[in-house]
């Protein structure tokens, strides 16, 4: 199994950056070998998939960040960063890491807040 723990949320005036990063531990081989994600949930709305990379470093971007975030993935130090640019206020949201295929566990996330 592996856990994963989100870190690095906060609140920021539009316009900023932030970088968020997924810590990996236990079963390495499993994070190494699959696609992950950054995912994010706003209030009363449904969990969306934000960015992916995959296993050979491709990556995915969904429509309203490409430009704004790039996602990285470092398989010595087992994390998943995200650097998120030129923040907007509908970019506040609760963030949170996972396989592409949602197969671990959820985290407790971590609270991206961008102020107008």
């Known amino acids: 199994q592996v856990q994963l723990v989100e870190s690095g949320g906060g609140l920021v005036q539009a316009g900023e950056s932030l970088r968020i990063s997924c810590a990996a531990s236990g079963n390495i081989f499993f994070f190494r070998s699959n696609a992950m994600g950054w995912y994010r949930q706003a209030p009363g709305k449904p969990r969306e998939l934000v960015a992916a990379?995959?296993?050979?470093?491709?990556?995915y971007y969904t429509d309203s960040v490409k430009g704004r975030f790039i996602i990285s993935r470092d398989n010595v130090k087992n994390t998943v960063d995200l650097q998120m640019d030129s923040l907007k206020p509908e970019d506040t949201a609760v963030y949170y890491c996972?396989?592409?295929?949602?197969?671990?566990?959820w985290g407790q996330g971590t609270q991206v807040t961008v102020s107008s």
């Open positions: 996972n396989t592409e295929t949602r197969a671990v566990s």
């Open positions: 990379i995959g296993s050979s470093f491709s990556t």
